[in-house]
């Protein structure tokens, strides 16, 4: 499954940044997006559990964090 999320409206939001700093956590996420809206797609593949899901939101928060984005609603 993928999931499309529009990028946060946050002028922190840098896509190639916020990629770097999920990689550096273990979580590998598209680099560009191809929609209309600004956007990053993350993918949910193989048999992933509850733990993984709780793991990858985690590290999306700590990404924003890391890059200082503080408005994390939709541009």
Do not use: Y
């Not at 593949?45 to 939709?74: F, H, K, N, Q, S």
Request: hydrophobic share 50%; proline share 5%.
């Amino acid at each position: 499954m993928i999931v499309t999320v529009h990028q946060p409206a946050d002028p922190a939001f840098v896509l190639q940044g916020f990629v770097d700093a999920l990689k550096a956590r273990g979580v590998l996420i598209s680099n560009f997006h191809n929609t209309k809206a600004p956007s990053f797609r993350v993918g949910c593949v193989g048999a992933i559990t509850p733990e993984d899901m709780r793991g990858a939101v985690a590290a999306i928060g700590g990404a924003l964090d890391d890059l200082g984005v503080r408005r994390r609603e939709a541009a």
